[in-house]
């Protein structure tokens, strides 16, 4: 079982950075690969940004290519994402989530067996 508890979200400007972060209570969260999705009532929830259990492989989204980056410290056990030059279709509750698959290609819910409680992010024109 991991517990994983995510930092506030919060109201960024267009254009403005954000940090998100997930801090996990499994002392084998070096184990797991994770990952960020986003959701938009109404709508499935869509991947963001995938790392590998090392944090030597990430994998993003393409709208969050060169603006999004997923990192992880194993000895903090915390997972986060920066992201930069936000826009407002970016508003969506962001979540973490830990997957048994190690390697960070996962992109799809399914894959995933534990999430965050999530986090609303809102980014206004």
């Known amino acids: 079982q991991v517990n994983l508890v995510q930092s506030r979200g919060g109201l960024v400007q267009a254009g403005g950075s954000l940090r998100l972060s997930c801090a996990a209570s499994?002392?084998?969260?070096?184990?797991?690969?994770m990952g960020w999705f986003r959701q938009v009532p109404g709508e499935e929830r869509d991947f963001v940004a995938a790392i590998s259990w090392t944090g030597d492989f990430t994998s993003y989204a393409d709208f969050a290519k060169g603006r999004f980056t997923i990192s992880r410290d194993n000895t903090k056990k915390t997972l986060t994402l920066q992201m930069n030059s936000l826009k407002p279709e970016d508003t969506a509750v962001y979540y973490c989530?830990?997957?048994?698959?190690?390697?960070?290609?996962?992109?799809?819910?399914?894959?995933?067996?534990?999430w965050g409680q999530g986090a609303q992010v809102t980014v206004s024109s």
């Open positions: 989530a830990a997957t048994s698959y190690t390697g960070g290609r996962r992109r799809t819910p399914e894959d995933y067996d534990y």
């Open positions: 499994e002392h084998l969260f070096e184990t797991y690969g």
